[in-house]
């Protein structure tokens, strides 16, 4: 099989880990932390203790930071050098639909047109007010009539992103504010034209095996912010290769483990300061002579230059691109 789920735990197995277990067509690794019970076990999942991870990425795991989002990266590096064509992104509070699954990566597809600038892909789904993490806080209150700027293109996804049902990705001034249950319309795929932006996460998602060396999650930023700024650097990059973000309706029924609001505000500042100087920063790296890893190297490069990284990404980074080149 090459289709492999990614997930990391600090809990003992939960629904969702046992309802992905289950799935035929599916391999399931889970990514243990220093918080993970140590006995932890379960029939059809591949999992990665923390002395399994020293074991095999020893440079690696000693470098990435413990109790952090970005442990997952040894995950995808397993997936990897087990073959994966496509690695799905997805959490142990994810509880997965009798429908859930994925387009395929390329067809004819309804698609929002280009240069459209950041949109609220929400908007698409339900009449709520809501907009997804990372989406900028000066447009919240914006209607961007997307019906009315939708074609059919044959195009190519790198990304799919799958909503979620019940307690969605959604920011912190959301919850605060609001904290309504979303329950999302179900609508056909929606795939985002070049210069069209909205910000995706790492709850539902899959990407395609070209597309690997994006996967990289940074490591010296807010915790709230990290795959929101790896989804907004996706973007541009894609574009450049001629691939493209979409998105389908919920296909998992999110029901949140619990979260303080108001500390999830104060991890998301730095998200809600440059998510909109991100995008701008990684399309002045790109270089048309470059390939992928190129132009995600370039705009680390300039993140760090700009201050929204720190130095110690670009070294991280250098040591993931080396991982992933031993499986290539």
């Known amino acids: 099989m090459s289709k492999f789920i990614v997930i990391t735990s600090i809990n003992n197995p939960t629904e969702a880990v046992d309802l992905f277990s289950r799935m035929s067509d599916y391999n399931l690794i889970v990514v243990g932390d220093k918080k993970t019970p ?12 923390l002395k399994e991870q020293l074991i095999n990425w020893v440079e690696f795991g000693k ?45 004819r597809f309804d698609s929002i047109t280009e240069n459209q600038g950041f949109i609220n892909i929400y908007q ?70 070049k210069g069209t932006i909205t910000p995706f996460n ?14 990289y999650l940074p490591t010296s930023v807010e915790f709230r912010f990290t795959d929101i700024l790896r989804g907004l ?29 108001f500390e999830d505000f104060i991890s998301e500042i730095p998200m809600y300061q440059q998510c909109e100087k991100v995008i701008e920063l990684t399309q002045k790296a790109l270089d048309p002579n470059k390939d992928i890893t190129g132009n995600l190297v370039a705009t680390y490069e300039l993140l760090y230059a700009s201050n929204i990284v720190k130095k110690e990404e670009l070294q991280l980074l250098d040591i993931w691109l080396e991982q992933l080149k031993k499986y290539s």
């Open 38 to 49: 140590v006995n932890w076990r379960h029939d059809n999942v591949i999992f990665l203790s």
């Open 63 to 107: 470098a990435l930071p413990y109790n952090h989002y970005c442990r997952k990266m040894l995950g995808y590096l397993e997936a990897i050098k087990r073959g994966a064509n496509c690695i799905i992104d997805t959490d142990d509070d994810n509880i997965p639909k009798k429908d859930w699954s994925f387009p395929q990566f390329e067809g």
């Open 124 to 193: 698409l789904y339900t009449n709520d007010s809501v907009w997804p993490r990372g989406f900028p806080l000066r447009l919240i209150k914006t209607n961007f009539k997307l019906q009315s700027k939708i074609e059919r293109n044959d195009l190519k996804v790198g990304v799919w992103q799958g909503l979620a049902d019940l307690d969605p990705d959604v920011d912190a001034v959301y919850r605060l504010t609001n904290n309504k249950v979303c329950h999302f319309n179900k609508r056909p795929p929606v795939v985002l034209k």
């Open 202 to 215: 790492t709850q539902n998602t899959i990407i395609r095996k070209e597309l690997f060396p994006l996967l």
């Open 233 to 261: 650097i996706a973007q541009p990059i894609m574009w450049q290769s001629n691939y493209h973000l979409g998105y389908v309706h919920a296909t998992v029924n999110q029901e949140r483990n619990a979260h303080d609001f």
